[in-house]
């Protein structure tokens, strides 16, 4: 027991922890492992990320994510177009559902535009015209089946990524589009070819933070996403969000066992209280949250906004001997690291009973110089 009359010395002690310290028989993946600490550490009163290093490229497009597929409707016939899994930049999106629309029909055209963010699909024959169906639910393998997330109010598909929301947009023509790449080369859509233009700033790279779990010494809380205002009765809920983060992450929630079951398929859903609202908070969700940089191939993080994120126990904690992760986004989606290796320093703060300054002490002969 902690006895509070004793003199204690405050020391830290940093902690080296890789995601290939963890045993992959029982943790496959390095977006969530359990590790076993070099000593059983006593009397620790706080724990702090000091840094951390996260892979640059995250498969942000995925089956798991369920964004790679978008319905077209071209001059009458119906296609479902699908691109590969991983991270892409808008120009290499860009050229990803050029592709495969040029495979269905070779009229078919894709534009990104630098300076607005959107993406602009052309027909090359005046004559053709062409639906984009952003509002159709599409199935995807190996997803739990009550969990789609075209019900969320965002991330909901591969056409949210792009700048779509969810309806059918139709082509038309009689406006021309000046279109500024990346590279300052302009390109000229005529007013006379049928165009659909994304109404909203793409997405596609992705998430701006990623939120570290550190099981049982979480230390921030979270509000609840996709939460929608329903004070009055409602008939029609089928757009509105129906995730509870809560359920997921919390570890005070009373569902917390059941969803730990089914695991990260379920994402923790429920059904929305039709004749209250759906705004929510989690106490104590997460350890750390850490910004995402995308401009360097290994994002060496040092950042104030997690440094002053830690977890502190009064009275101290007597033993702590392992820690378990999961690296998630703010939904509960854990991140896709396809097994790429983390890296991070953990800091101990400590507490070691101060000797007697009274107290005389002999070194062994077998350290006398």
């Not at 009397?43 to 089956?63: D, E, F, M, R």
């Not at 999106?93 to 993406?119: C, P, Q, W």
């Not at 703010?330 to 101060?354: A, W």
Request: aromatic share 12%; hydrophobic share 30%.
């Amino acid at each position: 027991m902690f006895q509070e009359n004793k003199n204690y010395l405050f020391e830290r002690k940093n902690v080296s922890i890789h995601s290939q310290d963890r045993d992959i028989t029982k943790w496959p993946n390095s977006n969530e492992f359990e590790v076993r600490l070099p000593i059983q550490y006593k009397k620790v009163s706080s724990i702090q990320l000091v840094s951390i290093q996260l892979p640059k490229k995250t498969h942000i497009i995925s089956n798991y994510n369920q964004n790679t597929k978008m319905n077209v409707d071209i001059c009458g016939n119906n296609y479902t177009i699908e691109i590969d899994d991983g991270y892409y930049t808008p120009e290499q999106m860009t050229i990803a559902i050029d592709t495969k629309l040029k495979e269905r029909d070779s009229g078919m055209n894709v534009h990104y535009n630098d300076i607005n963010t959107s993406f602009y699909f052309s027909h090359a024959n005046t004559d053709a015209s062409f639906n984009i169906n952003a509002s159709k639910v599409l199935s995807y393998s190996n997803i739990f089946p009550n969990n789609n997330v075209h019900q969320y109010t965002f991330n909901w598909g591969l056409p949210f990524y792009l700048g779509f929301d969810k309806k059918i947009y139709s082509s038309t023509s009689e406006t021309s589009h000046t279109i500024i790449g990346s590279d300052n080369s302009k390109t000229t859509i005529p007013d006379t070819l049928q165009v659909i233009k994304t109404p909203n700033p793409s997405q596609i790279l992705g998430e701006q933070d990623i939120y570290l779990e550190l099981e049982h010494y979480n230390s921030i809380d979270e509000i609840e996403p996709y939460s929608v205002d329903i004070n009055n009765d409602i008939t029609d809920i089928s757009n509105l969000s129906c995730v509870a983060l809560a359920s997921l992450r919390g570890e005070r929630s009373g569902n917390y066992k059941h969803i730990e079951t089914n695991n990260i398929t379920l994402r923790g859903k429920k059904c929305l209280n039709k004749t209250s609202n759906d705004y929510n908070g989690v106490y104590n969700s997460s350890f750390a949250k850490i910004p995402i940089s995308i401009e360097i191939g290994s994002t060496v993080l040092h950042d104030s906004s997690f440094f002053t994120s830690y977890y502190y126990s009064e009275p101290p904690l007597e033993k702590l001997s392992k820690f378990k992760f999961k690296f998630r986004y703010h939904d509960g989606r854990l991140v896709d690291f396809k097994n790429y290796p983390v890296s991070m320093t953990i800091q101990l703060g400590i507490l070691r009973e101060e000797h007697d300054k009274k107290n005389t002490y002999r070194m062994s002969n077998t350290f006398a110089l």
